[in-house]
């Protein structure tokens, strides 16, 4: 496991936003982006490889964690990652490599956007497709604006019944076992104990725009960075063929590996194998 300073919270304050973030380890940077409705704690096995070869910097993405901001504006994937670029350079990082899973991989491709002079290589792992609708997640957010959504999906979330079912984490991985425990803990738990994060989760929903996202069929043609592929090859959300399809939208591809007995959260079903690829492809040079 990472040490202690990785599961340390630390925060950055840019204005009405505060974002928080881990950091651990040593060499060139690392930024890692998590998922819908993670925190960066997501990484903490990848990170836990991969800290001895980079400095790695897991943030909360706006809504999620104990990322927060008094402006609904940051909860948007642009400006959000605008947020993200201000905290990276408030810290010192120069440049670095990025990787992102599920909606994390969303903001990491607006982020490369945005510095694309200092991202040596980006990793998309199990993430949004342009033109591609996720099972429910229309349906949260057609829902999350509503009077009293937030008690409806505490409560959704409270149900082991419908966390199991596709519903909720059931597509998320092929061993529905590790939703009980760390999981449960570090995740699940959190947001039933508190409808300020519930909330927080709500606006995330209602600010991520999936017209914008279909825009990338052209904005990923403006990434020049390697970029390589990890996927979870069993995804029902984010499924291999379409990802393996999409890859052709962008002029540097240095790889496209799926990754057996994994769905969604692919860092958190087979974190050696991240790890491993991950490792690999950010030590190749630019």
């Known amino acids: 496991m990472p040490g202690d300073d990785f599961t340390e919270r630390r925060f950055v304050e840019l204005g009405p936003a505060k974002i928080c973030y881990r950091a651990t380890g040593s060499g060139p940077a690392l930024v890692l982006l998590h ?25 909360d993405l706006v809504g999620l964690g104990d990322s927060t901001s008094r402006d609904a504006q940051d909860f948007s994937s642009g400006r959000m990652a605008a947020v993200f670029q201000r905290a990276l350079r408030t810290l010192g990082v120069e440049s670095y490599a990025l990787v992102g899973n599920d909606t994390g991989g969303w903001i990491a491709r607006e982020l490369a956007l945005l510095d694309r002079e200092r991202v040596t290589h980006l990793a998309l792992t199990n993430t949004e497709i342009p033109g591609h609708r996720p099972p429910w997640i229309p349906l949260y957010q057609w829902l999350a604006p509503l009077p009293g959504s937030s008690v409806v999906f505490r409560r959704m979330i409270a149900s082991r019944a419908l966390r199991r079912s596709p519903m909720g984490f059931g597509g998320c991985f092929v061993n529905l076992d590790l939703l009980d425990g760390e999981f449960g803990d570090l995740f699940v738990a959190p947001l039933i104990a508190s409808s300020d994060r519930v909330a927080a989760l709500a606006q995330f929903l209602v600010q991520m725009k999936f017209a914008r996202l279909d825009r990338f069929r052209e904005l990923h043609r403006e990434l020049a960075m390697p970029v390589a592929f990890f996927w979870g ?54």
Request: proline letters at 8%.
């Open 233 to 286: 090859a069993a995804d029902p959300t984010f499924p291999l063929e379409r990802a393996r399809a999409m890859t052709s939208q962008f002029r540097n591809v240095a790889g496209f590996h799926p990754i057996a007995d994994a769905k969604l959260f692919v860092q958190e079903e087979q974190p050696e194998a991240v790890a491993r690829l991950a490792g690999d492809f950010f030590a190749t040079a630019s």
């Open 35 to 59: 998922g819908f409705p993670l925190s960066g704690l997501t990484w903490r096995k990848v990170v836990a490889a991969l800290a001895p070869r980079f400095t790695c910097y897991a943030l």
